[in-house]
């Protein structure tokens, strides 16, 4: 069955500590696209990254890291020496192409909420 | 570039009143969503847009209804509102081309039913 797994629930850290958010999913396609969302205490939701499931390189873009292995099904985030404005909570998605994928359908993990103290 | 806006931000319901939750994009996206979010869970899917006059069921559609009259608007319509639909409703849009890409997510809608 489809499904995106974020077992941190929710994760507290001192500015400029490294912390890695987890995300393990599980799909049925062959071809599908992972991505993650940032939801400030605002509430609104901000694309961060897609991901598509031929290409595991991974990427990096600024304090941002993103590690994407098929062999664990997993897409974990990372935020190098990370800031009180990166308190927020992170949302791993899952689509996949030929089951609703093509609408673009998103199925969402449960989220991590990410505290950064100054 | 207002990009998805939804009106209104916050609203309060009795249990069996009706209301509409509107969402407008002005990117000319042809597909569109609304999403609900309920306390601790991630979004689960209401129902999708493919384009004018074209919508189908999501993950929960029970008690909701839309519409897609133009490309700009896609407003979905509680009836015989229940405590269960107090959620968080958002609205996105995404371009047909770039459909496996990042969805463009409206400010979202609190609404309580008591």
């Known amino acids: 069955a489809q499904k995106v797994t974020q077992a941190q629930t929710e994760i507290s850290v001192v500015e400029k500590e490294d912390v890695t958010l987890d995300c393990v999913y599980e799909?049925?396609?062959?071809?599908?696209?992972l991505f993650w969302y940032k939801q400030p205490p605002s509430g609104e939701l901000v694309f961060l990254i897609r991901r598509n499931s031929f290409d595991e390189q991974n990427e990096i873009s600024g304090r941002y890291s993103w590690n994407f292995q098929k062999s664990t099904s997993s897409f974990n985030f990372t935020i190098t020496a990370s800031q009180v404005v990166d308190s927020a909570v992170y949302f791993c998605?899952?689509?996949?192409?030929?089951?609703?994928?093509?609408?673009?359908?998103?199925?969402f993990g449960k989220g991590t909420k990410l505290s950064v103290k100054p | 570039n207002a990009g998805v806006t939804q009106t209104p931000k916050f609203r309060i319901l009795k249990i069996g009143q009706s209301m509409t939750l509107q969402c407008t994009q002005d990117?000319?996206?042809?597909?569109m969503y609304w999403y609900r979010q309920d306390p601790g869970m991630g979004l689960k899917l209401i129902y999708y847009?493919?384009?004018?006059?074209?919508?189908d069921k999501g993950e929960v559609p029970n008690g909701y209804n839309v519409s897609r009259s133009t490309t700009e608007d896609f407003p979905l319509r509680l009836e015989l509102a229940a405590p269960s639909q107090t959620s968080v409703y958002f609205c996105?849009?995404?371009?047909?081309?770039?459909?496996?890409?990042?969805?463009?997510f409206g400010p979202g809608t609190r609404l309580t039913v008591t």
């Open positions: 996105a849009s995404s371009n047909r081309d770039r459909a496996f890409y990042e969805q463009y």
């Open positions: 998605a899952l689509s996949e192409v030929n089951y609703g994928g093509s609408q673009g359908n998103l199925i």
């Open positions: 799909t049925r396609d062959t071809t599908y696209y």
């Open positions: 990117m000319n996206h042809n597909y």
């Open positions: 847009s493919v384009g004018a006059g074209i919508t």
